[in-house]
């Protein structure tokens, strides 16, 4: 597993060089994490792993901060991300708990995955991300951006 693990953040270093950065621009060694920015979007992405009883598994999670909770109209804040949730393929909207924050997410088990699905998954990632914090924002005006 561990293997596998390595190889996935080769990948996804190989990734950070494809869209012209470094991992030294983007690695953070305490986070064991890669940032960046794309358009307005700040990407995050790590490999975490899941303990069970009897093994583990390891999961690529790809998150950007889209938006905040907005104080008022939140009825029709949460339906629309219900909404985008089912019509936008490939990303997920979360809070976390205790959390105003809104995210884009995508996640993943690691296994099987190779180079061209991981760099499909974090530029699909990072696509939905820039355009939903400015259409959120802009719907939203409440809503403070991410």
């Known amino acids: 597993m561990e293997n596998q693990k390595a190889n996935v953040e080769a990948m ?13 621009q983007t690695y953070n060694t305490e986070k064991k994490a890669w940032y960046w920015v794309k358009g307005s979007a700040r990407i995050e992405v790590f490999i975490q792993e899941i303990n069970f009883d009897t093994h583990a598994r390891h999961y690529l999670r790809i998150f950007s901060p889209i938006i905040k909770v907005p104080e008022n109209n939140q009825a029709n804040f949460y339906k629309k991300l219900l909404e985008i949730n089912d019509s936008k393929l490939g990303v997920k909207l979360t809070l976390l708990p205790g959390s105003t924050q ?6 993943r088990d690691i296994k099987g995955i190779d180079y061209e699905e991981l760099a499909t998954c974090i530029a699909d990632l990072e696509w939905w991300a820039d355009e939903l914090d400015d259409e959120l924002a802009a719907e939203f005006s409440g809503g403070q951006p991410a």
């Not at 190989?14 to 030294?24: D, F, N, P, Q, R």
């Open 12 to 24: 996804i270093d190989a990734y950070v060089k494809e869209i012209g950065l470094t991992k030294e």
């Open 102 to 107: 809104v995210y884009a997410t995508f996640e």
